[in-house]
């Protein structure tokens, strides 16, 4: 792979606005080289639907959504699952003319403004990081189950078993985008041939497992939050738009990987939980720590492993890939300085290696806090359970991103050439998708106490707080948005979009 050139500013722009690849804005090179471009389309789909992570999220979320739901859970899903396909579509369109390591972080700095940039950043923290210890604390329990099945692990036990997968999940992500990918492809194959199989196992024994189906009166509260709680279970593929700096063809390739991701998670989970809920009991279900584990127990009585296996590797790339967008968008706000520099740091792999030491350091620390401080745990647990809420809101955030520029904020930027009226459909949609989303966001308020706990609310409304309070502390520390130029390294031709002429986005 050839070094990427440097920009050349094109005549008649501003030197502050062509933001030449391999400087920061202070000339050093903290970000020298920049991303190594590495990932193929090849790639960027196993990364989509493995950070979907469809089993581990099932095991995760299935026993709350069978408690708040029962069969309701279906429709919950699929009430959340439109919004969400749409915004696949939509994260296609945003990558091929902005593409970027900061993704919906860039987006929205370039077409509505610096001001809801720096307050989508402080959400995608929140959205990613609450994401990262409740993998870790299940891997570490998936795990113990598995080699010692019977064990009662004091909270030591698991805090290390815990403590290696994050660390085994900083060595892909430490030695590069390569190595990332082709691990991720031998987990996403064993989870898509278990997946399949169980599926297949299912449906042939439905004759002798049925239960019967009873859905009863709506339990209205129950669906909005089981829909809020899908989040988590349906996020995860828009990680090629996080990739979009390490793509060769950073352009035509992100953005299709997470369609695939987005559909694939949506068809699992169309196989899945109704051959979950039709084959067992709900009382059995309800509230379960792994709910897939029962369901395979009366699939396979006294061979939990083949659940577990599948399970744990599902597990397990969840929490390196969930990392991997987390520091791409600290990388992208260290390179800017709306966070320190040094999170733009790159090691000899061209990976942000400071981002992601920081960013499971302090998993870390949360993990060991939550097992070890039991008056804390009640804390965590609370504010932990927000990662529904704030991926929903991230979400939420992009979709309006669209439908402003789809309306109005394409004319603020002469770069970018767009037909309105081949994207009408999809203007309609980011428009629904951005309605369904903030109704949710609101409902989620009135149930949410009866759901997860008293405190819930004020929990959300201090930490939506502190965003305002991130936007106005970090006004004065942004530099110049950071435009990736798109280079497709394997033709050595440029996009052919021309930088900006004119100030971007201005401060609202």
Do not use: C
């Not at 990932?39 to 089993?55: A, K």
């Not at 767009?418 to 009408?424: D, E, Q, V």
């Not at 989303?437 to 405190?455: D, R, S």
């Not at 201090?462 to 970090?474: D, E, K, M, R, S």
């Amino acid at each position: 792979m050839r070094p990427r050139d440097r920009a050349t500013p094109t005549p008649g722009s501003p030197p502050e606005l062509t933001a030449a690849r391999g400087e920061s804005r202070t000339g050093s090179a903290a970000v020298d080289d920049g991303l190594a471009q590495a990932f193929h389309l090849r790639d960027l789909v196993p990364l989509s639907v493995s950070s979907v992570g469809p089993m581990f999220s099932v095991a995760a979320t299935g026993g709350v959504m069978a408690a708040e739901a029962g069969w309701w859970t279906l429709p919950a899903i699929a009430l959340l699952a439109v919004p969400f396909i749409i915004s696949s579509f939509v994260f296609r369109l945003l990558n091929r003319h902005f593409p970027h390591s900061g993704a919906s972080y860039h987006w929205s700095a370039r077409i509505i403004g610096r001001g809801v940039s720096r307050y989508q950043a402080w959400i995608l923290i929140l959205a990613y990081f609450f994401s990262i210890p409740p993998i870790a604390i299940p891997a570490g329990s998936y795990t113990l189950a598995l080699v010692a099945p019977h064990y009662r692990a004091p909270a030591a036990v698991t805090m290390a078993v815990a403590l290696f997968w994050i660390v085994f999940a900083s060595v892909p992500l430490l030695l590069g985008s390569r190595p990332t990918a082709r691990i991720t492809q031998v987990f996403f194959a064993v989870e898509m041939i278990s997946l399949g199989a169980f599926g297949i196992f299912g449906a042939l024994s439905w004759h002798r497992l049925a239960v019967p189906i009873h859905f009863g009166s709506p339990p209205i509260g129950g669906i909005l939050i089981v829909a809020v709680v899908a989040a988590t279970i349906l996020d995860g593929w828009e990680i090629d738009s996080y990739a979009a700096e390490e793509s060769v063809k950073p352009r035509s390739d992100p953005g299709i990987g997470g369609i695939v991701g987005a559909i694939g998670a949506l068809l699992f989970y169309a196989i899945l939980y109704p051959l979950m809920l039709g084959e067992t009991p709900l009382s059995s279900l309800a509230n379960s720590v792994d709910p897939l584990a029962v369901w395979s127990h009366r699939l396979v009585p006294g061979a939990p492993w083949l659940m577990l296996v599948p399970i744990l590797l599902s597990t397990a790339g969840g929490l390196w890939l969930t990392s991997y967008i987390l520091t791409r968008a600290l990388f992208a706000m260290g390179r800017e300085s709306l966070i320190p520099e040094s999170f733009a740091k790159l090691n000899r792999h061209r990976v942000p290696y400071v981002a992601i030491l920081v960013t499971l350091a302090s998993a870390t620390v949360v993990v060991a806090l939550q097992l070890f401080v039991s008056s804390l745990a009640s804390f965590f647990n609370l504010v932990l359970s927000a990662a529904g809420f704030f991926l929903l809101a991230e979400f939420f955030l992009d979709s309006l991103t669209a439908a402003v520029f789809l309306t109005v904020g394409h004319r603020r930027l002469p770069d970018v050439r767009l037909n309105r009226h081949s994207h009408r459909l999809l203007l309609v949609g980011s428009i629904f998708s951005s309605a369904v989303m903030a109704f949710l966001l609101v409902a989620f308020f009135i149930y949410g106490p009866k759901a997860i706990g008293h405190g819930v609310d004020e929990t959300f409304a201090a930490l939506l707080g502190l965003g305002v309070a991130f936007a106005w502390w970090t006004k004065h520390r942004t530099s110049t948005p950071f435009v990736f130029s798109g280079d497709d390294v394997e033709t050595g031709l440029g996009s052919g979009v021309e930088p900006p002429r004119v100030p971007v986005a201005a401060e609202r």
